[in-house]
């Protein structure tokens, strides 16, 4: 195969219970971890057992979107061809980053490539991962018949647990928007590199293990778990380059604002606070979010320089 530099890139936080199998799963790459002030021993579990992986850790939690960038350009300065994100939860199988690498210099049209995603042993599709399925329906098809099999899949969006990202990419995409701090900025990187003319594919012939199991359980949303998830939504939502907001962010506003009034009139208080929270959360990121949309249109190494 034609040379090529490649370097893992491991966004860690609280880690410790996942880190030997994942970076155990790494060897024979580069590795750049970038820790975000994690709690537990995860940095110096590191530095013990793996010396050869280069740790940077950070003065505080920058979410999952600006850590990535950070070892992304630290990637770069150091010559790379390509970056390979991998959630620390997830293991990479026999062969994964050889083949995603050798399916994108048969087809360069693809900005993205990701394996098939299993749950953490191994033993069936990780359950998130199964919606992608849906999303092509090639891909649903054969995978009930494995002698249709083909080398990749368009798909319009895959998480980035395990993302293989070549250089031309970050060169015209750039990297994640800060905008987002955990959750949703894939979605919105996603969304630019279609907007930018590349394709996001999924490779069948190839795995990582994403070990969910081991989250902590979900608990009750609160109020404010509720209006971070709004936040999320309408970020991705308004700041999608491949559609246009026009008035949908000032409808918005006055849409809530009758709604606050109209549930205080009615003395539905509790439902009113809410609502004027969300105008409130509105007013706050419709600045952000245009300028992120003027931004992401234009190409180049965007918050990566």
């Not at 939860?89 to 026999?94: H, K, Q, T, W």
């Not at 994964?96 to 990701?114: A, M, R």
């Not at 649903?140 to 647990?161: G, M």
């Not at 009139?265 to 419709?286: D, G, M, N, T």
């Amino acid at each position: 195969m034609e040379h090529h530099k490649l370097y893992i890139i491991i966004v860690t936080y609280n880690g410790l219970a996942w880190l030997d199998t994942c970076l155990s799963s790494c060897q024979g790459y580069p590795v750049i971890v970038v820790d975000n002030q994690s709690t537990d021993d995860t940095v110096s579990f590191i530095k013990k057992y793996y010396p050869n992986v280069e740790v940077l850790p950070q003065a505080k939690n920058l979410g999952f979107g600006a850590a990535n960038n950070i070892g992304i350009k630290q990637a770069l300065s150091m010559g790379a061809d390509y970056v390979f994100l991998l959630n620390q939860d997830a293991y990479l199988g026999p062969d994964t980053i050889e083949t995603l690498i050798k399916i994108h210099k048969k087809y360069v049209e693809y900005g993205v490539l990701s394996p098939i995603h299993l749950n953490g042993n191994g033993s069936h599709l990780d359950f998130n991962f199964s919606y992608y399925f849906k999303q092509n329906n090639d891909l649903l098809n054969d995978a009930l018949n494995t002698k249709k099999i083909k080398s990749v899949y368009e798909v319009p969006f895959v998480n980035a647990a395990a993302w293989l990202l070549p250089k031309n990419t970050l060169e015209i995409v750039g990297g994640f928007d800060p905008m987002f701090f955990h959750y949703g900025e894939d979605d919105n990187y996603c969304q630019r590199v279609l907007f930018h003319g590349f394709k996001v594919g999924v490779v069948p012939h190839t795995f990582v293990k994403h070990d969910r199991a081991r989250r902590l359980p979900k608990t009750a949303l609160s109020l404010q778990d509720r209006l971070v998830n709004k936040e999320r939504q309408l970020k991705t939502q308004w700041a999608n380059l491949n559609s246009e907001p026009n008035d949908e962010i000032e409808k918005s506003k006055k849409d809530l604002l009758k709604l606050v009034l109209k549930l205080v009139l009615k003395l539905k208080f509790k439902k009113a606070r809410y609502c004027f929270l969300e105008l409130q959360l509105v007013k706050k990121i419709e600045t952000a979010v245009l300028k992120s949309r003027v931004t992401n249109k234009e190409k180049g190494l965007h918050y990566l320089s």
